[in-house]
Nanobody
Framework: QVQLVESGGGLVQAGASLRLSCAVSGVIFSRYCTGWFRQASGKERDFVASISSGGGSTYYADSVKGRFTISRDNTKKTVYLQIDNLKPEDTAVYFC???????????????????WGQGTQVTVSS
């Protein structure tokens, strides 16, 4: 059974930092690319960042470049999303997802990802 469990969300003030975690089980984690998406209330789920199966390559949405950092620890089967200088517009539910690494580079498409977590809420007050 594949499970992805996000944690680390919360209510913070603008300018603060958070580190989200996503623990993955039930797959050979080191063979899967991992992505983070977010969904604000009433909006679509948008791509945020992705990381290759080995961790050597990352890709970010333009809106988060410079403030978000994705990383992974394959020994712990965990992917992280460091968010610095949080802004109210970062308020959303953050989801992690995994997809098999076919070697074709990064994907920003929700449909490319095979398994998803339940999400963790991040709320940023101004």
């Amino acid at each position: 059974q594949v499970q992805l469990v996000e944690s680390g969300g919360g209510l913070v003030q603008a300018g603060a930092s958070l580190r989200l975690s996503c623990a993955v089980s039930g797959v050979i984690f080191s063979r899967y690319c991992t992505g983070w998406f977010r969904q604000a209330s009433g909006k679509e789920r948008d791509f945020v960042a992705s990381i290759s199966s080995g961790g050597g390559s990352t890709y970010y949405a333009d809106s988060v470049k410079g403030r978000f950092t994705i990383s992974r620890d394959n020994t712990k089967k965990t992917v992280y999303l460091q968010i610095d200088n949080l802004k109210p517009e970062d308020t959303a539910v953050y989801f992690c997802a995994v997809r098999w690494d076919y070697g074709g580079g990064h994907s920003t498409s929700r449909s490319a990802y095979n398994y998803w977590g339940q999400g963790t809420q991040v709320t940023v007050s101004s």
